[in-house]
């Protein structure tokens, strides 16, 4: 089908390990963004990627890293987990409007 | 780099009546205005957007306004239902970049 998907959907670790977030998009949108929702706080850009092999940090990018290998997947790592990263993250892209369609969100605890 | 602020963080309206929520941004360069709405448990969706060249856009019961002197935009929704019950956020673009900076979101209930 068609769209933005996200995986895993939910996800519960423990601090210090690694947890790769999957994103995965059909419309082959050349910009692609991750965010984290946390009470208090809105939405907050992490990383984004303007095209394969480009991307560039956001608001809150310190513990994350991300990459662009291909136009449609674009995953983003947490290389040591800590609690402060327990949130709903979620991942869109962007259409030529500047539309952002995001993905079904990503809730990860980190214990 | 851009910052946007969002006012109110809850707001309670009965049915019928009008809500209006305030943002405002700190880049006068930003040129991109959308606003999203976010039900419970869902991903946020786009509602209605602006761009800086214009000053007000009207979608059926929503409209937003926006005021570049001020650097401030407005979402106002006449007639509420029970259904525009969620979280609102509002966001800015920077000039020159494809990203967008979110405001902090207001969660808006309507009663019956």
């Known amino acids: 089908d068609a769209g933005i998907t996200q995986s895993p959907r939910y996800k519960i670790t423990e601090t210090g390990r690694q947890v790769t977030l999957m994103c995965h998009q059909t419309?082959?949108?050349?910009?692609m963004f991750w965010y984290r929702q946390d009470l208090g706080h809105g939405l907050r850009l992490i990383y984004y990627s303007a095209a394969a092999d480009i991307t560039d940090k956001g608001e809150v990018p310190d513990g994350y890293v991300v990459s662009r290998s291909k136009t449609e997947n674009f995953p983003l790592t947490l290389e040591s987990a800590t609690r402060s990263q327990t949130s709903v993250y979620f991942c869109?892209?962007?259409?030529?409007?500047?539309?952002?369609?995001f993905g079904e969100g990503s809730r990860l605890t980190v214990l | 780099g851009e910052n946007v602020e969002q006012h109110p963080s809850t707001l309670s309206v009965q049915e019928g009546d009008s809500a209006v929520i305030k943002c405002t941004y700190s880049?006068?360069?930003?040129?991109?205005f959308p606003w999203y709405k976010q039900e419970l448990g869902k991903r946020p969706q786009l509602i209605i957007d602006?761009?800086?060249?214009?000053g007000e856009k009207k979608d059926q019961r929503i409209a937003v306004t926006l005021n570049k002197t001020a650097k401030h935009f407005s979402l106002h929704i006449t007639e509420t239902q029970p259904e525009d019950s969620a979280v609102y956020f509002c966001?800015?673009?920077?000039?020159?970049?494809?990203?967008?900076?979110f405001g902090t979101g207001t969660r808006l209930q309507v009663f019956p």
């Open positions: 419309w082959s949108h050349s910009y």
């Open positions: 869109a892209s962007m259409a030529g409007t500047g539309e952002l369609f």
């Open positions: 602006i761009r800086s060249n214009v």
């Open positions: 966001a800015a673009s920077p000039y020159g970049t494809d990203k967008l900076i």
């Open positions: 880049d006068s360069a930003s040129n991109y």
